[in-house]
């Protein structure tokens, strides 16, 4: 297995949020951000927009 | 007289809330306007059938919803939906990222961004993010994050492929993430 590049891994951390994921792409996706502090703080803020995009659609 | 049904005055005072929400998905205020007139009549209408089990305004914005969908139904239909107006999906992903694929700017701590939510000036920044974002890209986003509606659902919506709603959705977080980062979290820190 090839190692994900960054614009790859994000493409994959935000599918993830759509779709399940394959146990593959979790170990490759996990790969990549033990090594990438700027993925990881991409994926910290994924969660934060998902989780603001319900509380907007909730409080409005 | 039934003993569930609601306050028509009740229901009015839900319209500015109802407004925004629909002026964000459909862009157009006179449309949302008369959209909001149709849920609020129809919640009017349909009071009886309200149960105290929800809130007034979640039954409000499930009425809504459905109302936007019709419109968003009847456009599509009428082949009113651009494909990708105005912004080349390719120049966003080649500003975000070298050509080997790193990131041209890693994305930097946000610290608590949580503490945002509770600010209203970060909201009115997340509108305009939003509305930012080319049409059809802002409408999966809102569909899948507003709604919580499934890709599946948003392709059948927007009658596209689940490969191209994954697409569109992930360049939705990207160029959201980026305006709040240059108009939120970069300034506040």
Known sequence: MTMLNCKQNTELLSQVLDRPATLRERLAVRLHLMMCRGCRNFDKQLAFLRKAGQEWARKL | MSGGAIDPE???QHRSYLLRYAILQL????LAEDVV???????????????AQSSPRTWLVGILKHKILDVLRKRSREAELPVAEGEDPDELLDSLFQQDGHWATPPREWGDPEKSLENARFWEIFEQCC?????????????????????????????ISTTNCWVLLHRARLALRECLDLNWFGKAG
Not at chain 2, 27 to 30: A, C, K, L
């Open chain 2, 10 to 12: 009740e229901l009015q």
């Open chain 2, 27 to 30: 862009r157009d205020p006179h």
């Open chain 2, 37 to 51: 007139q149709e849920t609020l009549v129809a919640a009017i209408e349909g009071r009886a059938k309200f149960s």
């Open chain 2, 131 to 159: 509305q930012r974002m080319p049409v059809k890209t802002a409408r999966a986003f809102m569909m899948r994050e507003f709604m919580d509606m499934s890709s599946a659902e948003i392709c059948q919506e927007l009658v």
